[in-house]
Nanobody
């Protein structure tokens, strides 16, 4: 069993920065891809970014150039650095753990951390 706990969300003005953290317990994450998703009010979930086991990163066009995903396998933590945030970045942000095959679905999710960006 894996538990994922996100933190770092909050209220921020447009143009500012936040760093979200996701701490995993119960299993080492070093062998798995890890991802961030978000869900805006009244909308479905949206994939934001994923980091592979070898550190390769993929990022959604909607946040490219502003957000960066990273991982610390020693601390079993994944981060999402959010810069130049916009009101449309508002939503609940979720961390998710992948499986050993990169394209298999995420199998564990955190409870989320809320990000609210005001204009």
């Amino acid at each position: 069993q894996v538990q994922l706990a996100e933190s770092g969300g909050g209220s921020i003005q447009a143009g500012g920065s936040l760093r979200l953290s996701c701490v995993a317990t119960g299993r080492a994450i070093s062998k798995y891809p890890m991802a961030w998703y978000r869900q805006a009010p009244g909308k479905g979930p949206e994939w934001v970014s994923v980091i592979a086991v070898d550190g390769t990163t993929y990022i959604s066009d909607s946040v490219k150039g502003r957000f960066t995903i990273s991982r610390d396998n020693v601390d079993n933590t994944v981060y999402l650095q959010m810069n130049i945030v916009k009101p449309e970045d508002t939503g609940m942000y979720y961390c998710a753990k992948g499986q050993e095959r990169f394209y298999d679905p995420m199998d564990y999710w955190g409870q989320g951390t809320q990000v609210t960006v005001s204009s």
